[in-house]
């Protein structure tokens, strides 16, 4: 494909995510909503007509013989991915496959085996891994500024309406935390760290099957722990600390795509022109002040050692993955160097053994 050619998307479904990202492909100058496919044709009319798209169509098969369709974005809910993404792939049509990428590890290989064999671009949209704020956080770690990187803290909980028939509390769709919520957590520590070597995990499975809630733990044998904990049915902080031996960074609030990082130093600077001079002694003092405690537990940290990061990003944040699709496209690749299949593959593998250990099981899967 040329590079000043227009990428030309397709989407299937037309829930929120769907809506989300074609919003966000107003965004990117050189994208075209092309066609939608639902499973209703007045959805799909109504879809394409809200976001400008040529075709709206109530049936894949006609929807993949589109001509006019370079990309599409699977955003159904999890039970449908494999198949959706299969039908496109064998049409010839690169696949950006929302997250998780499947509901367990084999069916992503089956997923992966079919675009591998035919050559057609496909990806988990992981969207996270390609706002700024994570790909700035990636860069200081490597960078050293908190030394060796020794505990992770990831929680992801938000009070979901529960809906037994909804996509997050049927078992059947590939519902609960583990899937909908932690796999943001690991694929956070796998792209930072790598695969964890052990994991252990403790869930409460609720009235329709699902894991409501779930925390894991994961060993790096190279002396690193990490918590994920995913929650449907409680707010938590939503936040991703990463520290290490001199110092820690932390994705502000939704740490998936956050705005906002800290960076804290757990040392005095080595070269400071004021050690053990006037500005230390103030510091000195204002930790043991408790009216200073009071003030620094109200209003974060007032460290000369700890600075906020702003990292803004422009809409919903699904257009960086979008554009990374985009230039993958262009530039004749098969999958992405921040998101690969093979590591798609290792994150559902990881979820998979957390499923065998708390009992779960998706009807239907592979
Ligand atoms: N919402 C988000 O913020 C968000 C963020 C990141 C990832 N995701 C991922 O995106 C996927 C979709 O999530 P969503 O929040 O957009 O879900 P949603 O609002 O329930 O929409 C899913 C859409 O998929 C289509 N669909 C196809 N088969 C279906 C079935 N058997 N049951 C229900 N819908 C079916 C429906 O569109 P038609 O009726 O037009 O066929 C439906 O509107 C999930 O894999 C989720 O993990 C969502």
């Not at 230039?327 to 093979?342: K, Q, V």
């Amino acid at each position: 494909m040329e590079s000043s050619q227009c990428v030309r998307w397709g989407i299937v479904g037309t829930g929120q995510a769907a809506v989300d990202f074609a919003h966000d492909l107003k965004l990117l100058p050189d994208a075209r909503l092309a066609a939608v496919c639902s499973r209703s044709a007045a959805k799909a009319a109504e879809f394409a007509q809200q976001f400008d798209a040529e075709s709206g169509y109530h049936d894949i098969q006609q929807f993949v013989a589109d001509d006019d369709i370079d990309v599409v974005y699977v955003a159904t809910p999890n039970h449908q991915h494999k198949s959706v993404c299969i039908t496109c792939l064998q049409a010839d049509k690169a696949v950006l496959c929302e997250k998780p990428f499947a509901l367990d590890s084999l069916e992503a290989r089956q997923i992966v085996d079919v675009a591998q064999a035919r050559g057609v671009f496909c990806m988990e949209g992981m969207w996270m891994r390609f706002i700024p704020a994570t790909l700035r956080v990636k860069q200081l770690i490597e960078s050293g500024v908190i030394g060796d990187v020794q505990m992770i803290n990831i929680d992801f909980g938000v009070a979901t309406h529960y809906d037994p028939d909804s996509r997050h509390f049927d078992l059947g769709q590939g519902g609960g935390a583990l899937l909908d919520r932690a796999v943001y957590g690991l694929s956070l520590i796998s792209f930072l760290m790598g695969s964890p070597d052990d994991v252990v995990a403790l869930s409460n499975i609720g009235e329709t099957g699902v894991d409501e809630q779930s925390a894991l733990v994961c060993r790096y044998n190279r002396g690193c722990l990490a918590t994920v904990s995913a929650s449907l049915t409680t707010n938590t902080p939503n936040e991703a600390v990463i520290l290490g031996s001199k110092g820690h960074l932390k994705l502000h609030n939704p740490f998936f795509r956050s705005h906002r990082i800290s960076q804290a130093s757990s040392h005095e600077p080595a070269e400071s022109p004021d050690a053990g001079g006037f500005v230390t002694n103030i510091k000195k003092r204002l930790r043991s002040n408790h009216v200073a405690q009071i003030l620094h537990a109200k209003l974060g940290s007032f460290d000369v050692n700890s600075k906020v990061l702003a990292e803004p990003f422009r809409g919903n944040g699904l257009n960086y993955e979008a554009a990374e699709v985009m230039r993958c496209i262009r530039a004749g690749e098969t999958e992405s160097g921040l998101m690969p299949l093979a590591e798609s593959i290792e994150i559902l593998q990881t979820l998979d053994n957390v499923r065998d250990t708390i009992g779960l099981e998706f009807p239907g899967a592979s």
